[in-house]
């Protein structure tokens, strides 16, 4: 049987996603320098816009956010709200090139964000196509050897085998940030329950 863990916004230190981005903020002011967030959906978009306030700077405009859909959970048979990783990656939802004009972001520090490290795979497909993508731009706009320097955080990496992987380059220059590292677990975040109020009463009756 999945073992579960209830997370909450603020209530149990060990679990608090508020106060892990906020213990993180200064890592990464000072390592990635971050000029653009892009938050992977679903998962990302709340520790993203937590993290935005404490790498606000007095003097300094907010640092935006953009937002990316991929999916890759599959739903567990019909005994309850449990997924299980898949193997495929669905992109659902992607930077609108005409808008964000993608060769402001050539030469940026730009941070992805995503609640959990699974199984890797869905950060290798963010890492490789955002890669692309800005490459891509690079050689059309002709600002030649600039470089676009992409870094991760996640809240929760799981301690386990992945089967995706991310650059070399990120890994050894430390561009990547886990808040907080579990054991292979079911992680049950508080924007994914129906009734908010059992959840946090979950998460306080769970050993801290």
Not at 77 to 104: A, C, H, Y
Not at 152 to 178: C, Q, T, W
Request: overall charge negative.
């Amino acid at each position: 049987m999945v073992q579960k863990v209830y997370v909450t916004y603020n209530e149990v230190w060990a679990f608090s996603i508020h106060k892990l981005c906020q213990a993180s903020a200064e890592k990464i002011l000072n390592d990635f320098q971050p000029n653009l967030i892009i938050a992977i959906g679903g998962g990302g978009y709340v520790p993203a816009r937590i993290l935005r306030s404490f790498l606000k700077r007095p003097g300094t405009p907010n640092i935006p956010i953009q937002a990316i859909g991929l999916s890759l959970y599959e739903t567990l048979g019909t005994d309850g709200p449990v997924e299980e990783p898949g193997t495929k990656v669905t992109r659902t939802q992607w930077l609108d090139l005409s808008s964000l004009e993608m060769s402001n972001l050539i030469g940026k520090n730009i941070l992805i964000v995503d609640e959990v490290d699974d199984t890797r795979t869905t950060l290798e497909y963010a890492v490789r196509e955002l890669e692309k993508d800005v490459e891509t731009a690079r050689e059309q706009s002709g600002k030649g050897a600039q470089r676009t320097c992409f870094s991760i955080f996640v809240v929760h990496n799981k301690d386990k085998p992945k089967r995706g992987h991310l650059p070399s380059d990120m890994i050894e220059e430390k561009r990547y940030l886990a808040a907080k590292t579990v054991g292979d677990v079911w992680i049950c975040y508080p924007w994914e329950a129906t009734d908010i109020d059992e959840h946090d009463k979950l998460a306080e009756s769970q050993p801290s």
